[in-house]
């Protein structure tokens, strides 16, 4: 049974001089393939460092809307040289958050930046791993506009039921992570058991959000098998299944 961590950041501070033991402890978990995603130019450049570095490890590319700034042709050529590597499959983590950010100038540059990397995505023929935080409006109705042609997951998801048919519409996938498992999970499970498991990745966004039994400790990608083990729980059926059908959904959406 082989499991794909579809959304990590062993490129994160947290892991430093340890992302070896990281991605063996996930291998020993039957997590055989993991993707960094970045979220600013340096850690971007660190996931693209360890996909070459390590066999089954692959990295996408980007900006975060927490780190948004204005994008120029230097930016783009250097997010576009990056995907020219093997092993990077994605412009991510990409989006919209507006939970931190309360200022409508500093959202529109969000919006802006979010357009920008679309639009790149579009011209390089990638999908994109998509970040939304208390900005579901703006966030589906920017792909709706300006999202056509372009394939994706909305990564940890966290919006309603009439939200998940619309991206299901569109084709896209949903990621769900460690809230999944929480006791305070809401609407998430009602979510997964009535989604297509064809259109669910599972995710850790390692080192944030460990799921349950590891609440509190450092979440790593060899933890993703929790998440999985929910999903089959909530789905009522085997591990395997989800094992399956899931790494499945992450080679036909990255091209692994």
């Given at each position: 049974?082989?499991?794909?961590?579809?959304?990590?950041?062993?490129?994160?501070?947290?892991?430093?001089?340890?992302?070896?033991?990281?991605?063996?402890?996930?291998?020993?978990?039957?997590?055989?393939?993991?993707?960094?995603?970045?979220?600013?130019?340096?850690?971007?450049?660190?996931?693209?460092?360890?996909?070459?570095?390590?066999?089954?490890?692959?990295?996408?590319?980007?900006?975060?809307?927490?780190?948004?700034?204005?994008l120029?042709?230097?930016?783009?050529?250097?997010?576009?040289?990056?995907?020219?590597?093997?092993?990077v499959?994605?412009?991510?983590?990409?989006?919209?958050?507006?939970?931190?950010?309360?200022?409508?100038?500093?959202?529109?540059?969000?919006?802006?930046?979010?357009?920008?990397?679309?639009?790149?995505?579009?011209?390089l023929?990638?999908?994109?791993?998509?970040?939304?935080?208390?900005?579901?409006?703006?966030?589906?109705?920017?792909?709706?506009?300006?999202?056509?042609g372009?394939?994706?997951?909305?990564?940890?998801?966290?919006?309603?039921?009439?939200?998940?048919?619309?991206?299901?519409?569109?084709?896209?996938?949903?990621?769900?992570d460690?809230?999944?498992?929480?006791?305070?999970?809401?609407k998430?499970?009602?979510?997964?058991?009535?989604?297509?498991?064809?259109?669910?990745?599972?995710?850790?966004?390692?080192?944030?959000?460990?799921?349950?039994?590891?609440?509190?400790?450092?979440?790593?990608?060899?933890y993703?098998?929790?998440?999985?083990?929910?999903?089959?729980?909530?789905?009522?059926?085997?591990?395997?299944?989800?094992?399956?059908q899931?790494?499945?959904?992450?080679?036909?959406?990255?091209?692994?």
């Amino acid at each position: 049974m082989e499991l794909v961590d579809t959304h990590t950041h062993l490129n994160d501070a947290k892991f430093s001089g340890h992302e070896q033991e990281a991605i063996e402890r996930a291998r020993k978990n039957g997590v055989t393939r993991i993707i960094n995603m970045g979220d600013t130019l340096e850690s971007s450049a660190k996931a693209v460092e360890l996909a070459a570095a390590y066999e089954g490890v692959y990295a996408g590319v980007g900006i975060h809307p927490e780190e948004a700034f204005p994008l120029t042709s230097r930016e783009d050529e250097r997010l576009a040289a990056w995907t020219q590597q093997p092993r990077v499959v994605a412009i991510g983590e990409i989006g919209l958050d507006y939970y931190w950010e309360k200022d409508q100038e500093k959202r529109q540059l969000q919006q802006q930046v979010f357009i920008h990397q679309l639009d790149l995505a579009r011209q390089l023929h990638l999908p994109v791993c998509v970040h939304d935080r208390d900005a579901h409006g703006d966030t589906l109705a920017i792909l709706k506009r300006e999202g056509k042609g372009i394939r994706g997951v909305m990564h940890c998801f966290s919006g309603s039921w009439e939200m998940a048919q619309e991206l299901l519409k569109m084709g896209w996938y949903i990621g769900v992570d460690g809230p999944l498992t929480f006791k305070n999970a809401a609407k998430l499970p009602e979510i997964v058991q009535k989604f297509p498991l064809e259109r669910l990745l599972v995710e850790t966004d390692a080192p944030y959000m460990a799921p349950v039994p590891m609440r509190g400790k450092q979440n790593e990608p060899a933890y993703v098998r929790f998440v999985a083990e929910k999903v089959a729980e909530i789905k009522g059926i085997s591990m395997e299944i989800v094992a399956k059908q899931t790494s499945q959904n992450a080679e036909e959406l990255y091209g692994l």
